[in-house]
Structures are given as C-alpha cells and as structure tokens.
C-alpha cells in the first residue's frame, strides 16, 4: 500500500493521508467567510419512511488551492441506510487516488478520501462536489444527524488547512398524517343531554389545542386530529368541557394508548359535567389608579351560591399587587387568608377553611394589601360576577381615608 501511494503521489500526501499513521483533525464551525467549507447539502431534507434520495459533501476552496479532501461523516443507522457511495466532480480534470473504507453500516459511518496524484502545486480553486451519498429511510420516525466526525481538507503541498467551516446536516423522517376522530356526548349532573357544549381539547406534551365540533340540538362533540402529527401515542389530550350557560363543566385528561392510535381514534369519549362552585369576581376596571396599598372594609352580598376557599388581587401592571390579609366574616361564617411572600402563586391566597356564600345574605369583608392593586373607583354598590360589593372605608398606606375604593378581587375555589 505504501509503495503504491509514494510512486503516485510522493511522501507528502501520504503524510496526510494514510489514516492509520496520523488519523484525522476534527473540525468545528467557524464563523468566516475566507475560509474553505465543507458542507452537506443541502443542509436539511424531510423525508418519508422508505424513501430513497441523495445528500452531496461538497466543498468552497474560498480561493485556496485543494489538493486532497477526506471525511469520516456519521448518521444514525436506526433511521437511515446508506446504499451507496459515489465519487463527485470536485477534482474533475485530475488523475486522483481514493482512500477510505467507504460505507460501515454496521457503525453508521460513512469514510471516503480523495487527493490528487502527481508532482507538487496542483489544488481545485471552484466550488464542488466531492460526493454523492445514496440514502434509505428506513425508521418510521425520528431526526438523523448527518455529521462530520472527522475532516481534513489539504493544500498543494499536503499541508493540512487548518480553519475550516463545517456545516453538519439534519434528515428528519415524518409520518403520512392520517385522520384521527375523537367523539363523544356530554351530560347535565343529572346525566340529562347537554346540547350544544364547549368543548376543548389541549395536547398536554405539546400544547396545540382545539375547538370541538357541536349542534345546538345535540350533545354529541367530534375533533378530527392528524395522526402523527397533532397526537401519538402515549400522550395525553386534556378535555376541559362545560354546559353553554357555565354553569357546568367537567376537566379530564386521557392518554392515548397505542392501540387507540392504530385504530384510527377515541371513540365514545363521553364526558359528565358537574356543577360549578360558583365565582365572585369584581373583574379588573377600564382604569385602576390612583392606586396604593391600603386596608379595605366594606361588604359583599352574592346573587348565587358561591364555594370559596380562594381570593385572588388583580395587580396593577408591572406590580407586584396583592392582598396581604383578608378575612371574611357574617351568617355563620368567619375566615382568613395570609400571605407568604413573593413565591409559588402568590397572587392567590388560600382561606384557613373553605365556606360557602349563600345568595341574598350579607358578608363583611377586611382586605389590606401591598405593592399596587388594582382598585374599583366607585360609591356605592358595585355589580360583579356574582353579586355585589360596597366599600365602606379604605385606609391608604399614608393614614387617609376614603370611601367607594373597591378591591378588585375574585373570590372563588379551586379543588386542592
């Protein structure tokens, strides 16, 4: 072998080139434009399972001379298949030699060396090809990366460059999509038909979500996904369902199963809603300022029966509003909450027991608060979610005093 390489291309290609005495330089990517590169193109390619197609290792000499290139490049041999290797155009013109084992399936490697023969000087200054390589996607599904391990690209004299830009490439394999039906029909508590519901569905792994499809005179839902691509197995669909008034709704989750997958969808998924808690919510004004913390006192009159074991403070924007203390006193009632400090969900405070506002009846209400809450100018009764509230006396951090400075609050419960 070495008698072969001096006669036809002398002692100082096969310096660079015989692998065995001095291996190969790795490369990484450097950002310049005077430097020779070395590419797989093109640089990504989606592909089907089964499809057969081609990737080029070409190289921009920018301006240097190149008398040999060699490159050991890898892929994952799980995905992909390399069928074949065949020798570019880059050194068309020149009498070369060919090194390299060539395809190592069994590694997913790919080995291939080109220099060429003859007295000393001789380089390609032109863009180009220095192989094709054939390709079999073989797996189902998956990303290959086709990447330079190893790389030497030489000068007319078997020096080796040393900057060179490295540009790696990506194969992803992706599945045909194919419909996937998720149906069912939503019920009362009662499990009378809940026609017409609001129905949807979020992909937790992924977060894409959707809007089922309903009939004002059915209580049937249906969502047509793609099948590898919106959903796969073993991920989990969330459903969050509720009745066309509010009054009912139902959370759930399902993971999909492989066979559920294979069949094509989720059918009969049918959902039962449960009454809602019940919320009273000031929701937050066209304009809350003036705004400072202060203490708040006044009272609260539901219009419907309403759990709470929550209270949550709007902030003003860019604050850290929020509700220090509140306690919530009367008809049998009497409960507090305290805040902990800026951590977790600091915005909701959790009441020492959970209680229940009836409608008509009358509850007193203390809330201080800190930072810049948003705050409801307003005298009298003020209109919320869910009843009424008077503010009756606001205290600011300063010792005034004012009356009609609603909190905006949301008292509500949420399942611990």
Same mark, same amino acid.
């Given at each position: 072998?070495?008698?072969?390489?001096?006669?036809?291309?002398?002692?100082?290609?096969?310096?660079?080139?015989? =692998?065995? &005495?001095?291996?190969?330089?790795?490369?990484?990517?450097?950002?310049?434009?005077?430097?020779?590169?070395?590419?797989?193109?093109?640089?990504?390619?989606?592909?089907?399972?089964?499809?057969?197609?081609?990737?080029?290792?070409?190289?921009?000499?920018?301006?240097?001379?190149?008398?040999? !290139?060699?490159?050991?490049? /890898?892929?994952?041999? /799980?995905?992909?298949?390399?069928?074949?290797?065949?020798?570019?155009?880059? +050194?068309?013109?020149?009498?070369?030699?060919?090194?390299?084992?060539?395809?190592?399936?069994?590694?997913?490697?790919?080995?291939?060396?080109?220099?060429?023969?003859?007295? $000393?000087?001789?380089?390609?200054?032109?863009?180009?090809?220095?192989? @094709?390589?054939?390709?079999?996607?073989?797996?189902?599904?998956?990303?290959?990366?086709?990447?330079? $391990?190893?790389?030497?690209?030489?000068?007319?004299?078997?020096?080796?460059? /040393?900057?060179?830009?490295?540009?790696?490439?990506?194969?992803?394999?992706? &599945?045909?999509?194919?419909? =996937?039906?998720? %149906?069912?029909?939503?019920?009362?508590?009662?499990?009378?038909?809940?026609?017409?519901?609001?129905?949807?569905?979020?992909?937790?792994?992924?977060?894409?979500?959707? &809007? !089922?499809?309903?009939?004002?005179? /059915?209580?049937?839902?249906?969502?047509?996904?793609?099948?590898?691509?919106?959903?796969?197995?073993?991920?989990?669909?969330?459903?969050?369902?509720?009745?066309?008034?509010?009054?009912?709704?139902?959370?759930?989750?399902?993971?999909?199963?492989?066979?559920?997958?294979?069949?094509?969808?989720? +059918?009969? =998924?049918?959902?039962?809603? *449960?009454?809602?808690?019940?919320? +009273?919510?000031?929701?937050?004004?066209?304009?809350? %300022?003036?705004?400072?913390?202060? @203490?708040?006192?006044?009272?609260?009159?539901?219009?419907?029966?309403?759990?709470?074991?929550?209270? %949550?403070?709007?902030?003003?924007?860019?604050?850290?509003?929020?509700?220090?203390?509140?306690?919530?006193?009367?008809?049998?009632?009497?409960?507090?909450?305290?805040?902990?400090?800026?951590?977790?969900?600091?915005?909701?405070?959790?009441?020492?027991?959970? =209680?229940?506002?009836?409608?008509? *009846?009358?509850?007193?209400?203390?809330?201080?608060?800190?930072?810049?809450?948003?705050?409801?100018?307003?005298?009298?009764?003020?209109?919320?979610?869910?009843?009424?509230?008077?503010?009756?006396? +606001?205290?600011?951090?300063?010792?005034?005093?004012? @009356?009609?400075?609603?909190?905006?609050? *949301?008292?509500?419960?949420?399942?611990?």
């Amino acid at each position: 072998m070495k008698k072969v390489l001096t006669t036809a291309i002398g002692t100082g290609i096969i310096a660079l080139f015989i =692998f065995a &005495q001095i291996g190969f330089a790795s490369q990484t990517a450097i950002e310049s434009a005077s430097e020779p590169t070395i590419n797989v193109e093109p640089s990504y390619l989606k592909v089907l399972q089964g499809d057969i197609f081609t990737v080029n290792i070409t190289v921009d000499p920018a301006n240097e001379k190149i008398r040999g !290139a060699a490159f050991k490049l /890898s892929f994952n041999n /799980s995905l992909l298949n390399a069928t074949s290797l065949v020798q570019g155009t880059f +050194f068309s013109g020149f009498d070369t030699m060919l090194y390299g084992e060539g395809i190592k399936p069994a590694l997913g490697k790919i080995d291939y060396a080109e220099a060429i023969k003859g007295d $000393e000087g001789e380089g390609v200054t032109k863009p180009g090809t220095i192989a @094709t390589i054939t390709f079999e996607a073989i797996g189902e599904r998956g990303v290959s990366k086709l990447h330079f $391990e190893e790389i030497i690209l030489s000068d007319p004299w078997a020096n080796e460059i /040393s900057n060179i830009t490295v540009n790696h490439g990506n194969i992803e394999i992706v &599945q045909l999509s194919s419909p =996937f039906l998720v %149906y069912g029909y939503a019920f009362y508590e009662d499990n009378s038909e809940c026609n017409s519901p609001v129905v949807n569905v979020t992909n937790l792994n992924t977060g894409k979500g959707w &809007q !089922a499809e309903t009939n004002a005179t /059915s209580n049937y839902y249906q969502l047509v996904l793609a099948r590898g691509i919106d959903i796969n197995a073993s991920e989990t669909l969330q459903f969050e369902v509720r009745s066309p008034d509010g009054s009912q709704s139902n959370s759930t989750c399902h993971t999909l199963i492989l066979e559920e997958i294979n069949n094509g969808g989720l +059918f009969s =998924f049918n959902i039962s809603l *449960k009454a809602m808690p019940g919320i +009273f919510d000031t929701g937050a004004p066209d304009n809350p %300022y003036p705004s400072i913390f202060g @203490t708040h006192s006044g009272t609260i009159k539901p219009s419907q029966t309403i759990v709470v074991n929550r209270i %949550y403070t709007y902030p003003c924007v860019g604050t850290g509003g929020h509700t220090e203390y509140a306690r919530i006193w009367g008809n049998s009632v009497n409960a507090h909450a305290n805040w902990s400090g800026y951590a977790g969900d600091w915005h909701n405070l959790t009441f020492n027991t959970s =209680f229940t506002l009836e409608p008509g *009846k009358e509850y007193n209400y203390t809330i201080r608060t800190g930072s810049y809450p948003q705050i409801i100018h307003h005298p009298g009764e003020y209109n919320a979610t869910g009843g009424k509230i008077i503010c009756n006396e +606001f205290t600011d951090a300063n010792g005034k005093k004012y @009356t009609g400075w609603i909190p905006a609050i *949301k008292l509500w419960w949420e399942e611990e």
